[in-house]
């Protein structure tokens, strides 16, 4: 396992080991409001070079779960100070992750006067988790407009310099799992005639006005991407395999040329080699996720593609993976039922070596 626990160093990202901690929503920001709770479970997981945080809201429109926290205000800006420091003081680099749930949310789950919203009329199938009302069907989101795009493109830039006020290191835009990012680019679900989708050029243009304006602002060096090729999580209908290819080089290729920090990959047997192949002429650093063990992300990094190696359920239920790894000890495993349940249990109490 040497490979994992050694130090890496490209551009502005240098970290201590190739492990990351992967982006998990974890459903304990009580008001949308990051907590004391919420600042011990980041640091028992220091251990990581790189943590991801769990995805957090730019805007009251993208509060679409229960519990999630925000960076759009001053008081949840300062809040997050406490996890940055804590990460800091292990000598551990964070990003934060920008999460805009767009039509995959309730209003049960959002403030007063927010909505949700998306870049077409297109209702997702299934079913809700609501505090207030259990269950709940998805609701009809509402069509942004051309200039309520160009809004939520300047929330974003807004909520990556809280973040950087915070004390994060960075920003990740959550280009995955159905979220609104992602509706841009799904034709299914992107059913617009106007500069925002039709071509992928256009169904792209979001994802890339987004990233650019928030690497004008903060830097380019302080701004990953993640994206999960061909995944059809948030009810997204697949659609053509060779447009799903030219989306994603097309995207690898821009977003190498604005200079961004790195490129996060939420891997499947879906993606055939040629897009992980375009994707990987992309100048900076990838990371790959998704379903690895210590084994599997060891060969993975001798494989060549990814540089850096992501775990969530791992880091989930190890706060201390990094020594797991380094004496070969038994994982433990986590606990479903308390994934996204209010306190302590099943978040903060596993045990440690």
């Known amino acids: 396992?040497?490979?994992?626990?050694?130090?890496?160093?490209?551009?502005?990202?240098?970290?201590?080991?190739?492990?990351?901690?992967?982006?998990?929503?974890?459903?304990?920001?009580?008001?949308?409001?990051?907590?004391?709770?919420?600042?011990?479970?980041?640091?028992?997981?220091?251990?990581?070079?790189?943590?991801?945080?769990?995805?957090?809201?730019?805007?009251?429109?993208?509060?679409?779960?229960?519990?999630?926290?925000?960076?759009?205000?001053?008081?949840?800006?300062?809040?997050?100070?406490?996890?940055?420091?804590?990460?800091?003081?292990?000598?551990?680099?964070?990003?934060?992750?920008?999460?805009?749930?767009?039509?995959?949310?309730?209003?049960?789950?959002?403030?007063?006067?927010?909505?949700?919203?998306?870049?077409?009329?297109?209702?997702?199938?299934?079913?809700?988790?609501?505090?207030?009302?259990?269950?709940?069907?998805?609701?009809?989101?509402?069509?942004?407009?051309?200039?309520?795009?160009?809004?939520?493109?300047?929330?974003?830039?807004?909520?990556?310099?809280?973040?950087?006020?915070?004390?994060?290191?960075?920003?990740?835009?959550?280009?995955?799992?159905?979220?609104?990012?992602?509706?841009?680019?799904?034709?299914?679900?992107?059913?617009?005639?106007?500069?925002?989708?039709?071509?992928?050029?256009?169904r792209t243009r979001f994802t890339l006005r987004v990233v650019h304006d928030m690497a004008a602002a903060i830097g380019a060096d302080k701004v990953g991407v993640r994206f999960s090729p061909y995944s059809t999580l948030g009810d997204l209908a697949p659609y053509d395999e060779q447009e799903v290819h030219e989306t994603y080089a097309r995207l690898a290729m821009e977003l190498s040329q604005t200079g961004i920090a790195y490129l996060h990959i939420g891997v499947s047997a879906a993606i055939p080699q040629k897009t992980l192949d375009a994707i990987r002429r992309f100048k900076g650093t990838i990371i790959l996720c998704n379903g690895l063990t210590p084994e599997t992300a060891e060969a993975t990094l001798h494989a060549g593609f990814a540089d850096l190696v992501a775990f969530g359920r791992a880091f989930l239920a190890n706060p201390d993976l990094e020594k797991r790894i380094a004496t070969g000890a038994a994982l433990n495993q986590p606990d479903f039922n308390t994934l996204y349940t209010p306190g302590s249990v099943g978040y903060t109490d596993y045990p440690t070596l």
């Not at 051309?146 to 809280?162: G, L, P, T, W």
């Open 1 to 202: 396992m040497n490979t994992l626990l050694t130090p890496y160093s490209k551009g502005t990202l240098q970290l201590k080991n190739r492990l990351v901690m992967a982006p998990m929503t974890r459903s304990r920001a009580i008001n949308n409001l990051p907590n004391d709770l919420m600042a011990a479970y980041y640091a028992q997981r220091t251990g990581a070079g790189l943590i991801i945080t769990e995805g957090t809201a730019p805007s009251p429109d993208a509060l679409g779960y229960s519990r999630i926290p925000g960076i759009f205000s001053n008081e949840q800006t300062n809040a997050w100070k406490a996890v940055t420091a804590a990460a800091h003081a292990a000598g551990t680099k964070i990003f934060l992750q920008l999460m805009h749930t767009g039509r995959i949310g309730h209003p049960a789950n959002l403030p007063p006067g927010a909505r949700v919203v998306g870049p077409s009329m297109t209702k997702a199938a299934g079913e809700i988790w609501t505090d207030a009302a259990g269950l709940q069907a998805y609701p009809e989101p509402h069509a942004l407009t051309d200039e309520e795009v160009e809004a939520v493109i300047a929330e974003h830039v807004s909520a990556a310099r809280n973040a950087i006020a915070a004390g994060f290191d960075g920003v990740e835009l959550h280009g995955a799992n159905g979220y609104l990012t992602e509706q841009f680019l799904n034709p299914h679900v992107n059913t617009r005639t106007d500069a925002w989708g039709g071509s992928i050029a256009n």
